[in-house]
């Protein structure tokens, strides 16, 4: 099988732009979820989704936001880029009724 | 809430020797338990998990944790260290009745000295 995908590997943008990133979760996994990880703040929960339904949601601003498609595939956003959203943004899918997450390998965002 | 703490930030083993990462967690229920390994620039790799029954569980690489409810710490052993074992090493809590969103500690990285 293969691995959870998630692209772009690495994007380059500028303050208030905005930004779209895409996950892929292994076949036949429903969950995915998504994690920032910065060096100060370590791995941070963004928001997991479930059958295109967003079932939890961590503490961030509403400038970030998600989707998932009916094919499991999901979408991260994030609109008015601030410097501080440079981070790895990594993607995570897991079964049905099973709480192993199997990561993809993330997409570096740099902000400048 | 739940929440995980990883006390060294940085530790450096000689290859061959023993190595053991800490981890205690603090939740209201039982937890779901798990370790993940990151290796420079990769997304992160299971190596082992709790739920319940045994305390000791084994994983992938060689890995072993054991899971000490009076200590409420899960903490993760290797008897014999190898070059590649050399990555950053997260600790997790989870529960169903979060829906299984992961608190992770802040990581523990390892240096492999020959």
């Known amino acids: 099988k293969a691995g959870v995908t998630q692209t772009p590997r690495y994007l380059i943008k500028t303050r208030g732009q905005q930004v779209t990133l895409s996950c892929s979760p292994i076949?036949?996994?429903?969950?995915v979820s998504w994690y920032q990880q910065t060096p100060g703040q370590g791995l941070q929960f963004l928001f997991e989704?479930?059958?295109?339904?967003?079932?939890n949601k961590g503490n961030f601003p509403g400038r970030f936001s998600g989707r998932q498609f009916s094919n499991s595939r999901s979408e991260m956003n994030v609109s008015t880029l601030e410097l501080g959203d440079s981070a790895l943004y990594l993607c995570?899918?897991?079964?049905?009724?099973?709480?192993?997450?199997?990561f993809g390998s993330g997409t570096q965002l740099s902000v400048l | 809430a739940q929440s995980v703490t990883q006390p060294d930030i940085h530790i450096t083993v000689s290859e061959g020797a023993s190595l053991e990462l800490r981890c205690n967690y603090s939740?209201?229920?039982?937890?779901?338990l798990f370790w993940y390994v990151q290796s420079p620039g990769q997304g992160l790799q299971l190596l082992l998990k709790?739920?319940?029954?045994?305390?000791l569980v084994q994983g992938i690489k060689g890995f072993e944790a054991e899971f000490k409810r009076s200590q409420s710490s899960f903490n993760l052993r290797k008897p014999s260290v190898h070059w590649s074992d050399a990555a950053e090493y997260f600790c997790?809590?989870?529960?169903?009745?979060?829906?299984?969103?992961?608190?992770f500690g802040a990581g523990t990285t390892v240096t492999v000295r020959a």
């Open positions: 995570a899918s897991s079964p049905y009724k099973d709480e192993k997450l199997f």
């Open positions: 709790y739920f319940s029954g045994d305390t």
């Open positions: 997790a809590v989870g529960a169903r009745s979060n829906d299984y969103k992961l608190s």
């Open positions: 076949s036949g996994h429903r969950s």
């Open positions: 989704y479930f059958s295109e339904t967003q079932r």
């Open positions: 939740y209201g229920a039982t937890p779901y």
